[in-house]
């Protein structure tokens, strides 16, 4: 038996690329260059005062304040963190600041993507002049509320208690617009008219639905709403008269004196706060950032 060769597969027939002379390089445009070489610039001025932090909190005063600034870390970090906890109730400032921290995180995105798809997906009496009037509130500076909040909260009797700082701030209005916007644009009317079909009401609807297209701005939102209010300290200063249930930002303070302040403690303090906050980053960013990505594909 004589064996039959198959025929040419279409890589086999594609007619062969010339082969590139030998010693010429592609040339880069100019363009790239300046490009990559202005996103180089802007990562180092990014991440300078982060090392910045670490060159300071490894420190002493005096090293800190001299000339010419020290731009290599120090072997202090260990004094300034027994310092700083000498000073300072850490784990409970931890714990306070991590709960209502978590607790605003969770009833933001809870709340605001409950107005937000009511908003976007559904006309109800009054829902132009309630969307009129929240984004008005835009307008007004948070400090004008600080007042009426306190004696609410005074009215109330949580005046020293995290509920003070947890209840006021559970929805608010840049959190219903963003969610807004993306749900108007993230949601078909076909998939809502096809739940109700099936028989889902609004909130079977809203889970069903609304979240898994609002993942990325939920992702967002959130660790936005918790970077805030982690990093809050007005409004914590004011309502929180307890020691006992000072969040972190708050308990730092106390290292400054007017008398003379250790800011080798401050820096070996302020860097033990910004640690949590990267770890959120990093573990909430993949998924907004997937989803953005995905929204500029479709779009």
């Keep these: 038996m004589t064996a039959t060769l198959l025929p040419p597969t279409g890589a086999d027939t594609a007619p062969a690329r010339p082969e590139r002379a030998v010693g010429v390089r592609r040339r ?13 610039i802007g990562v180092i001025l990014s991440l300078f005062p982060f090392y910045w932090l670490i060159v300071m909190s490894t420190s002493t005063t005096g090293e800190i304040f001299g000339y010419p600034p020290k731009l290599v870390p120090g072997t202090h970090l260990l004094e300034n963190l027994r310092n700083m906890l000498a000073n300072v109730d850490l784990l409970s400032a931890l714990g306070n600041t991590l709960i209502v921290s978590l607790s605003l995180a969770v009833l933001v995105m809870l709340f605001d993507s409950l107005a937000a798809f009511a908003f976007a997906k559904y006309s109800f009496p009054g829902s132009r002049v309630l969307f009129s009037i929240l984004l008005v509130t835009f307008l007004l500076p948070g400090s004008l509320s600080l007042v009426p909040s306190f004696v609410l909260m005074s009215k109330l009797g949580w005046v020293g208690g995290l509920q003070a700082l947890i209840i006021p701030g559970a929805a608010n209005a840049f959190g219903i617009f963003l969610l807004r916007q993306f749900a108007a644009g993230a949601i078909p009317n076909e998939l809502i008219e096809s739940a109700r079909i099936d028989g889902a009401g609004f909130f079977r609807t809203w889970w069903t639905v609304a979240i898994p297209m609002l993942r990325g ?24 008269v307890n020691p006992q249930k000072q969040t972190l930002q708050v308990a730092l303070s106390t290292l400054n004196s007017v008398y003379g302040t250790d800011y080798g403690q401050v820096m070996a303090g302020a860097l033990v706060s910004v ?12 998924h907004f950032i997937a989803n953005i990505a995905a929204g500029a594909l479709k779009g």
């Design 275 to 286: 640690i949590p906050l990267i770890g959120i980053f990093l573990i909430g960013s993949r």
């Design 217 to 240: 701005g939920l992702a967002f939102l959130g660790i936005f709403t918790f970077i805030t209010a982690w990093n809050d300290y007005v409004w914590p200063l004011i309502v929180l």
């Design 28 to 40: 880069t445009p100019v363009g790239t260059v300046v490009t990559h070489l202005c996103l180089i």
